[in-house]
């Protein structure tokens, strides 16, 4: 009889519980049944069929490719459920601007603390200065040496957003000098490019239990000309008009996370957004209730983007703690606030209380299946060493380098943290169950 031959690539399909002849593998299955596939997958032979499957096979009734299909699609079950799990690490946004390695050793092994996964991730809100290419902190608002990505891969960050409207605080040069020196550190990133199919497009990082796909954006307060064109080097811009995404912006971005999703066991997609119901500098300034809450428009997107591919939504750019929504097993944390947070201190409207304080989350996928979310509770010094400048946001002095770190929050501090996030998260029918100084999302079925 012949075998018409089928073709399987998808990642589920791993070479678990198989053993090797000549330039064949065994697959062992249940029930003392086994199929030999060569090294594309192709089912080349099913053997130990049970009784009745032969009787079947020789009267015609059951084509022996059928048999292959069932006992792949019976492997794939079985292999996604033994799929290692994958702890992947969230934070907030990371406005460095120094080497903090240098500045504040003592901080390391605090920092270092709170990341640890397989995936650890922030957005890096500034942009590398080189000033051996002659360039100037003069030239540009936050600028960051080298050191600073640096700093972060010695914490333990491995995949990094670079779309923000601080992307391009050194035009087309400081995005050509971030993404060398990511790429120099081999850092996982998205978000800004060359071109924007670059830009647009997904970075991938591979790790030794999958690999995981970013595709990043930001919409609101991306100055002009620092989008990214076919001809022009710049960020991934989601451009918003009248509480709609642009429709070629969205289509682009849409693209990329299917695109992703193919290639990828799992794809987060990063969103630094700055556009709200009210006006961002009123809504800080006033603190007016809408920069707690997404806006309409941005529950709307992130459910397309969750239905084109994405396994975890993560936005920044308000920057304060919002609620989280699992939307089909999917979560989406609508925003993380910040991390490290070295902000000039001539920023006002930056300066409330809550904004230094946030959460580092940590998600544990087995295959594609989301299995848990928990916190930790975090805070910032506002307060560096030495003496703030509060006339030139330029300044880059011992004042800047030493503020904003991040430390574990605890006691008192630590409760109204988790009980901010259970209230922002409730609208969403999201429980957060805070446990002493930690919490974890409770699930339901409806998930």
Known sequence: MALRRRTFDSPDERLLNSSFHGNQRTFDLPQRDYAVYDFGYNCLEVSSVPDWRRTQMRNGRL????????????????????????????????????????????????????????????????????????????????????????????????????????????????????????????????????????????????TPKGTIALVAMASGRVVEGGSATATRA????????????????????????????????????????????????????????????PPDWVKKWTHAEVDAGADIIVMHGAPLLHGIEIYHGRPIFYDLGNFIFQVPPTQILLDEPIIWESVVAYVDFQGKNLRSIKFRPIAQNKIGQGQADFQDERTNNLFL????????????????????????SRPFGTTVVAKGDTAEIKFTGNR
């Open 63 to 206: 084509p022996m490719a059928a048999v292959c299909l069932v006992i792949v699609f019976t492997m794939r079950g079985m292999l996604r459920a033994q799929s290692p799990p994958l702890s992947i690490t969230l934070t907030g946004q990371s406005m460095i601007r120094s080497d903090i390695r240098a500045h504040v050793p003592s901080a390391v092994p605090i920092i270092t603390s709170l990341l640890k996964g397989d995936v650890v991730f922030t957005n890096f809100e500034t942009t590398i200065i080189d000033e051996k290419k002659g360039q100037s902190r003069k030239d540009g608002r936050f600028l960051s040496p080298p050191e600073a990505l640096e700093s972060l891969k010695t914490f333990g960050f491995n995949l990094l957003s670079l779309a923000n409207n601080h992307a391009f605080d050194l035009k087309v040069p400081g995005i050509q000098n971030t993404i060398e020196q990511v790429s120099r550190l081999n850092l996982g990133h998205a978000g800004t490019g060359n071109t924007i199919d670059e830009a647009a497009g997904p970075g991938y990082l591979k």
């Open 401 to 424: 380098q030493t503020r904003g770190l991040p430390t574990p929050a605890t006691g008192e501090q630590a409760h109204y943290i988790l009980e901010r996030l259970a209230n922002l």
């Open 234 to 293: 710049g960020v991934n811009e989601l451009r918003v008009e009248g509480n709609k995404p642009n429709e070629e912006d969205s289509r682009h971005i849409l693209q990329s996370i299917r695109e992703a999703s193919k290639k990828a066991d799992l794809v987060i997609v990063s969103q630094h957004n700055h556009v709200f119901d009210k006006p961002f500098e009123t809504m800080m300034l006033e603190e007016l209730p809408e920069r707690l809450v």
